[in-house]
């Protein structure tokens, strides 16, 4: 039986910016990247783009570890898929959503 992963490799540009934010002993990065592939629309092949969330952990003490995060790096991301859910405090709706969290990430050579 072939053993089943949650992970995730992806590679895109980075839309703006990470937002940085700092705790007690950890900190982390909200960025987004712009994905593409090669897509079909009326048999006329073109490029479709998607928006990705992303978040990374890091601890306090390593300095440089979101030194990458800024707009319009062209950047590999690695890691994991981690499911939220919560109650909207308005409506009293459940809510979820998917978020990839990154465990690695380093900057892709252009081709």
């Known amino acids: 039986m072939k053993k089943i992963e949650n992970s ?23 960025f987004s990247i712009v994905v593409s592939r090669i897509g079909k629309i009326n048999e006329e092949k073109t490029f479709v783009s998607s928006v990705m969330k992303v978040e990374a952990w890091s601890k306090m003490e390593d300095r440089y570890a979101f030194w990458i995060l800024q707009k319009d790096v062209l950047i590999t991301v690695e890691g994991y898929f981690k499911p939220e859910e919560w109650t909207d405090s308005k409506s009293g709706e459940k809510r ?16």
């Open 8 to 30: 995730f490799a992806v590679t895109g540009r980075i839309c703006r910016d990470a937002e940085i934010h700092l705790f007690k002993i950890v900190k982390v990065a909200h």
């Open 96 to 111: 979820n959503r998917i978020v990839m969290v990154a465990t690695k990430f380093y900057p892709t050579p252009e081709k």
